[in-house]
């Protein structure tokens, strides 16, 4: 069974970068696209940030721009990483990692995801 876990999140503040990685246990990431979503407050819907295919192909939804989250993995370590620039209060939000069921790529909506860290809170303030 596959687990995620995020790490890396905290204070930043607004023009900043962060990074911030996905760490999996119980399964070779290799098989999975893994996509970042975030959550602005608890209710709200989980929006998707970007998204790695299991091939490397990566591609980020929205209207967010395609600079500021970077997106890649490392399957040797089991690990998928958010690098993340010029952030501004916006940002603020928990970050989850997530994985689709195998034969899935980069699903848009976050309810096809069946793996889900527990997220990391990034708060961009002065």
């Known amino acids: 069974q596959l687990q995620l876990v995020e790490s890396g999140g905290g204070l930043v503040q607004p023009g900043g970068s962060l990074r911030l990685s996905c760490t999996a246990s119980?399964?070779?990431?290799?098989?999975?696209?893994i996509t970042w979503f975030r959550q602005v407050a608890p209710g709200k819907e989980r929006e998707g940030v970007t998204c790695i295919s299991n091939d490397g192909g990566t591609l980020v939804y929205g209207d967010l721009e395609k600079g500021r989250f970077i997106i890649s993995r490392d399957n040797a370590k089991n690990t998928v990483d958010l690098q993340m620039y010029s952030l501004s209060p916006e940002d603020t939000a928990v970050y989850y990692c997530?994985?689709?069921?195998?034969?899935?790529?980069?699903?848009?909506?976050?309810?096809?995801?069946?793996?889900w860290g527990q997220g990391t809170q990034v708060t961009v303030s002065s």
């Open positions: 997530a994985a689709p069921p195998l034969g899935r790529s980069c699903p848009r909506n976050w309810h096809e995801y069946d793996y």
């Open positions: 119980g399964a070779f990431l290799d098989y999975y696209s």
